[in-house]
T-cell receptor
Framework: GAGVSQSPSNKVTEKGKDVELRCDPI?????LYWYRQSLGQGLEFLIY????????KSGLPSDRFSAERTGGSVSTLTIQRTQQEDSAVYLC??????????????FGPGTRLTVT | GQNIDQPTEMTATEGAIVQINCTYQ??????LFWYQQHAGEAPTFLSY????GLEEKGRFSSFLSRSKGYSYLLLKELQMKDSASYLC???????????FGKGTMLLVSP
């Protein structure tokens, strides 16, 4: 079946502009995660959605970052007033935390954001 | 908090065996994952350990010692396509987020 998809695959924006990154999780997956991966760094957790529960926003680096998930499916990560240090690959993952299993996360291909 | 350490780079030759170590110090533990990430691609799941011992899956095996906060990923019969970054990740209590190490870049040479 279809995997996690993200759009756009690449985004170049000027410093100070707002950007929106989109994630379509695997159908039926109730959990959705956003991560950021900078060059030479590990994956940095940003935000986690699980069903209708309040999202875990503990990883968002500043109030310029926000995310929403509509209808328990598609999610949008918004970065306002982008800065050069926001340049990174933004990865989305989804999982199905049902009974049993590993609840492994399936990753999308990522959006490479470059702030000039 | 979570602290995960793994070597930055490793090199090995085709056909050999390589062991990638991961040590962690976490406030809670509910499983350790290994992911493979080829350059420019998304991470893909390799293995999961929640109990002590060795989990074998084809050419790849993963070991966990919870008392030592230690895991390793063992890759046998290395192939050129195994050149990639290998990410160790720990899940805290509950079934939510993962904390990732910075990854180990493995280069397999002929």
């Amino acid at each position: 079946g279809a995997g996690v998809s993200q759009s756009p695959s690449n985004k170049v924006t000027e410093k100070g502009k707002d950007v929106e990154l989109r994630c379509d999780p695997i159908s039926g997956h109730t959990a959705l995660y956003w991560y950021r991966q900078s060059l030479g760094q590990g994956l940095e957790f940003l935000i986690y959605f699980q069903g209708n529960s309040a999202p875990d926003k503990s990883g968002l680096p500043s109030d310029r970052f926000s995310a929403e998930r509509t209808g328990g499916s598609v999610s949008t990560l918004t970065i306002q007033r982008t800065q050069q240090e926001d340049s990174a690959v933004y990865l989305c993952a989804s999982s199905f935390p049902g009974a049993g299993g590993t609840f492994e996360q399936y990753f999308g291909p990522g959006t490479r954001l470059t702030v000039t | 908090g979570q602290n995960i350490d793994q070597p930055t780079e490793m090199t090995a030759t085709e056909g050999a065996i390589v062991q990638i170590n991961c040590t962690y110090q976490t406030s809670g533990f509910n499983g350790l994952f290994w992911y493979q990430q080829h350059a420019g691609e998304a991470p893909t799941f390799l293995s999961y350990n929640v109990l002590d011992g060795l989990e074998e899956k084809g050419r790849f095996s993963s070991f966990l010692s919870r008392s030592k906060g230690y895991s390793y990923l063992l890759l046998k019969e290395l192939q050129m396509k195994d050149s990639a970054s290998y990410l160790c990740a720990v899940r805290d209590m509950g079934y939510s987020t993962l904390t990732f190490g910075k990854g180990t870049m493995l280069l397999v040479s002929p």
